[in-house]
């Protein structure tokens, strides 16, 4: 117990001018988000809930403008009625491209449940490759000169071009703001008429600007993620040029009904504004925690991406273990200092949208939240688990100390 403790207390002080770099960050984003709310005038009256059509719903379209200031986007869509960070990211491809055109993905194999709205695994009914739209992808992870292999890709006809911000189930960095608006502008630069698509799931709020402030046409991600800051128990949101989001909306719910239609059941719609002006520093508690993580893996010897003081684009740790017993166990452990259900005993099992077994640590508040403190493994090799969020940087402090007394470690 008390190596450990010593363990942590050592990390935390190698990260301590690491931490006051988030600090710096989150109090920006508090900025641009608080000013948000002011220039939009929120009230009490947009907090309400509505039902029906929500003709009613007077929260709706600020909500919308907000997200599309914070974002840095002409416009914005988000819903409640999204289920999921899959379904938005969905919803905005179909916005972007017509049946013969071709997706081009820049960031290699894009995440598991995305791979079956494309098409490119499984045969999921109205996948876009049924409806005629064409997939290739290049990785520029793996490229030595990133800018001629997207020349190269380019020379064939290619409507739009997606990029995924986050590592996913990948042993990769996630793409920073930085490398982004160069990949952005090298894109624009060749072809001003192909559309940039960001998934940006996982990686709001980690940096002081988004994807649209950069040239990004169209993002999309999940409000059980960075934006919903915890609070918001469900949907999603779509943001970028206001024609794109228009047809986001209509096929949303219906044409001719677009952004006009939507209720806020119950108390969701003061969650989703309660929880993206706290998603600043709830996303810098996470930074902080995986940082955390990720230092005191590496001194017991793990292999962890990203490294302790490595820039970070999104809140997702991954780590390796050497077989899957330990794999499992990391996860378990997970499970156990969480929240809610902690007294699960978890096993991994063929979760929809994924080719392999998937083990899942989520005792969370809010059912598949990763902003909260989670875990997930494919049952695949290399054996990498991939832990993220945490609401409090005390929480993943916690955590990580009765991990390691569970692990089968040499200290």
């Known amino acids: 117990m008390k190596n450990i403790e010593e363990l942590i207390a050592q990390s935390e002080e190698r990260l301590s001018a690491l931490f006051k770099g988030i600090?710096?960050?989150?109090?920006?984003?508090?900025?641009r988000v608080l000013n948000a709310f002011r220039a939009e005038r929120v009230s009490e009256l947009h907090l309400q809930a509505s039902?029906?059509?929500?003709?009613?719903?007077?929260?709706?379209?600020i909500l919308d403008k907000i997200y599309a200031k914070v974002m840095g986007t002409e416009a914005a869509l988000v819903r409640s009625q999204f289920i999921s960070g899959t379904h938005a990211l969905a919803t905005a491809l179909r916005a972007l491209l017509d049946p013969g055109q071709t997706l081009l993905?820049?960031?290699?194999?894009?995440?598991?449940?995305?791979?079956?709205?494309?098409?490119?695994?499984?045969t999921a009914p109205k996948n876009l490759a049924s409806q005629g739209v064409k997939y290739k992808e290049i990785d520029i992870f793996k490229a030595q000169d990133r800018g001629a292999l997207i020349e190269a890709a380019l020379k064939e006809d290619i409507q739009a071009v997606f990029i995924q911000r986050s590592r996913g189930y990948e042993w990769r960095d996630s793409l920073n703001i930085v490398e982004m608006q160069e990949i952005i502008e090298k894109v624009k630069e060749i072809n001003p008429k192909?559309?940039?698509m960001v998934d940006n799931c996982y990686g709001?709020?980690?940096?002081?600007?988004?994807?649209?402030?950069?040239?990004?046409?169209?993002?999309?991600?999940?409000?059980?993620?960075?934006?919903?800051?915890?609070?918001?128990s469900g949907g999603g949101y779509i943001a970028g040029i206001e024609e794109l989001v228009e047809n986001a909306a209509a096929i949303m719910t219906a044409p001719g009904l677009g952004l006009e239609m939507g209720p806020a059941f119950g108390d969701s719609q003061r969650l989703m504004f309660q929880g993206l002006?706290?998603?600043?520093?709830?996303?810098?508690?996470?930074?902080?925690?995986?940082h955390l993580v990720a230092a005191?893996?590496?001194?017991?010897?793990?292999?962890v991406s990203p490294k302790f003081d490595e820039r970070r684009s999104d809140v997702i740790q991954a780590i390796r273990f050497q077989d899957s017993e330990t794999l499992i166990e990391f996860c378990r452990s997970v499970q156990r200092v969480s929240p809610i259900d902690?007294?699960?005993?978890?096993?991994?099992?063929?979760?929809?949208?994924?080719?392999?077994?998937?083990?899942?640590?989520?005792g969370a508040f809010i059912q598949g939240s990763s902003i909260e403190l989670s875990a997930d493994a494919p049952i695949r090799e290399p054996y990498t688990a991939y832990i993220q969020g945490g609401l409090t940087y005390e929480h993943v402090k916690l955590a990580l100390k009765e991990i390691l007394q569970n692990l089968p470690l040499e200290m």
Do not use: C
């Open 296 to 303: 005191v893996m590496a001194q017991l010897g793990f292999e």
């Open 194 to 196: 192909v559309l940039v």
């Open 342 to 362: 902690s007294h699960l005993h978890l096993e991994p099992w063929a979760m929809p949208g994924y080719e392999h077994p998937v083990i899942m640590a989520a």
């Open 23 to 31: 600090d710096q960050n989150s109090l920006f984003n508090q900025e």
């Open 105 to 122: 993905s820049l960031t290699g194999s894009p995440y598991d449940t995305l791979r079956q709205v494309i098409g490119i695994e499984g």
């Open 204 to 232: 709001e709020f980690t940096e002081t600007l988004e994807p649209g402030h950069i040239g990004a046409d169209l993002l999309a991600g999940s409000l059980i993620k960075n934006p919903g800051g915890g609070l918001a």
């Open 277 to 290: 002006f706290l998603a600043p520093h709830i996303v810098s508690q996470s930074l902080k925690g995986m």
């Open 51 to 61: 039902t029906g059509y929500g003709y009613a719903n007077q929260g709706r379209d």
